[in-house]
Structure formats: C-alpha cells, structure tokens
C-alpha cells in the first residue's frame, strides 16, 4: 500500500506545510516524479518520504540543484523498494544513510555484488546504452 499514488497535490502540499507550486518546482527538477491520473499528481507514502527527505535537504542549506546532484548518490531514489536499504544500525563500515528512514544505511553502496544485481541499475545501465 505504500507504493499506492493515492494523495492529491493539495493534500500533499498541507501535509508537508508548502505550498503546492513548491511540488511542482521540485517535479520540475526531477527531485520527485509523481504519478499522473486524468492528468493530475497523486502522490504514494513513499512518495511522501521522498518529499520530506528533500525537505530536510533544503533545511540544511543544499538549493534544488544541489539537491538533484546529491540524490544521483542514491540509485534506488525512484525505486520503492530496495532490500539492501533496509538495515537498521548505528555503525555500518562503507555504507551511507539511506534516505527512506532516519538511522537507517544502504547496505549496498560499495558493494559491487549487491548493486550489480539491482533491478534500477540494470535499467538505468539499459537505458544509457540505447
């Protein structure tokens, strides 16, 4: 249910205390890519913890270009689910906190095995070459 698109752009823009252009500027720089019905932006919970990651980007001082270089170091950004994410712990040796939950790390940065099989890397790697 999670992956679920099923929040209106106003109901998004109220949760997270911005005003609705704010999502589209966001959109606009590929920060975050919601869902379309009928031509409207519906939003999931994962969506909603995208958004609220950024949010806290920007609360640190990084502007939306900064921001779309920093998520490159995050390819599963559009994936919802990424197992090797999922690893709660304090103190991980080569590994970066994941932005899907707070004190959590990516378990597959720096490990070559993990990454080459993820199912967003091969499409992305699929893509590039066509």
């Known amino acids: 249910m999670e992956n ?13 205390d911005v005003h609705p252009e704010t999502l589209r500027v966001w959109e606009k720089h590929e920060v975050i890519k919601p869902r379309r019905r009928s031509g ?29 270089h920093y998520l490159l170091l995050y390819p599963c950004w559009q994936l919802d689910s990424c197992p090797a994410c999922m690893h709660r712990t304090k103190l991980v040796v080569c590994a970066k906190p994941c932005w899907k939950e707070k004190d959590t790390y990516c378990q597959a940065y720096g490990n070559e095995d993990t990454c080459s099989n993820c199912e967003f890397r091969k499409e992305s790697k699929g893509s590039k070459t066509q």
């Open 40 to 68: 409207r932006r519906f939003y999931s919970e994962a969506d909603l913890k995208r958004l609220r990651f950024i949010q806290g980007l920007i609360a640190e001082g990084l502007n939306l270009p900064a921001i779309s």
């Open 4 to 16: 679920l698109p099923v929040f209106a752009i106003s109901v998004v823009s109220e949760m997270l």
